[in-house]
């Protein structure tokens, strides 16, 4: 019996240091964002691994930009994954399951072996600051305002838009784009507007924040002006490179002259004209064409015959 007892104690005893051997880490997650500012503290504590966890490990995720955010999850890992690989695959899931995380990044960082809350030290990092531009519209009444504002984590061009709505003026619009495409800027302010528009626009350098801070209505104007000049130079330069005149070698499109009766000669006097166009008569044809030929058949008969005597 008391063998027995000493062996229960011993198992009892064995078992609470196989339990009190288990990883300790913190736990929980802690989201900050630009729109709702920072969350309460979710269900942080401390919290023992299962069996086989030997890391207290992290992982923070960030984005720039207008719907910026930055989040930080403390948990338990059984192995210590390659950075690149981690990173991944939590980007990914966290993907899954917060809508605006588009175009965020994740971060993995690992306790060392066995260490107790070696990952207490991994706090939640600041909201990255993205592309700041010129912000705001004025209506067609020309009511409105301007600010700094902070861009999408994809957005690269500060600019300003001049919008038309059936050629009557609409609004002025500063933003951001990842695009410089005045037609991605027209579908971009027509779908918020949800009507159609025709619009104008002048684009900063790309990544330069504020670029767009000293754009006005007239810089815009004498933009579009100089844009529009420099179009039609080009359309001109095309057109006289490209324009190459050959003679047409196409009978069917060859205009032949119409012959009707009055144009087909009846008699030989009315087929042959001088040079002021006045007939000419037998006698006339005879004293023209006749004797000059043959006053020079006979001069070739001459030196025929010089040639033949002194041949001989």
Not at 94 to 106: A, D, F, P
Not at 259 to 288: G, H, K, R, W, Y
């Amino acid at each position: 019996m008391h063998d027995f007892g000493f062996a229960l104690f011993f198992l009892f005893v064995s078992v609470h240091l196989l339990c009190s051997s288990a990883l300790k880490c913190k736990k929980g997650t802690v989201l900050d964002t630009l729109d709702l500012g920072m969350n309460p503290k979710m269900n942080i504590s401390v919290e023992e691994c299962k069996a086989g966890y030997e890391y207290c490990a992290a992982v923070t995720c960030t984005k720039a930009g207008r719907a910026g955010f930055s989040r930080i999850q403390w948990y338990c890992a059984k192995i210590k994954s390659p950075p690149y690989e981690c990173a991944e695959r939590f980007t990914k899931l966290v993907e899954e399951y917060i809508t605006y995380s588009n175009g965020h990044w994740c971060e993995c960082h690992f306790g060392e072996n066995g260490k107790e809350m070696d990952n207490e030290q991994f706090v939640l990092p600041p909201i990255p600051i993205g592309l700041m531009c010129k912000v705001g519209q004025f209506d067609e009444n020309e009511i409105g305002q301007l600010s700094e504002g902070k861009c999408l984590h994809d957005d690269h061009y500060c600019y300003i838009a001049k919008c038309t709505k059936d050629n009557e003026y609409f609004k002025m619009v500063w933003d951001c784009t990842d695009r410089p495409k005045r037609d991605h800027i027209t579908d971009q302010i027509g779908q918020k507007a949800a009507v159609t528009l025709y619009c104008d626009a002048m684009f900063g350098k790309k990544d330069m924040a504020m670029s767009n801070e000293h754009f006005t209505i007239e810089k815009l104007e004498e933009h579009v002006e100089m844009m529009n000049m420099m179009t039609t130079k080009k359309r001109r330069r095309v057109k006289k490179s490209t324009t190459i005149t050959t003679p047409s070698t196409d009978l069917a499109t060859t205009t032949m002259p119409t012959v009707t009766e009055q144009t087909v000669p009846a008699t030989v006097e009315e087929a042959t004209v001088t040079e002021n166009n006045a007939p000419i008569s037998p006698d006339n044809f005879l004293l023209l064409n006749i004797i000059p030929l043959a006053f020079v058949l006979h001069a070739f008969g001459a030196i025929f015959v010089g040639l033949h005597f002194n041949d001989v």
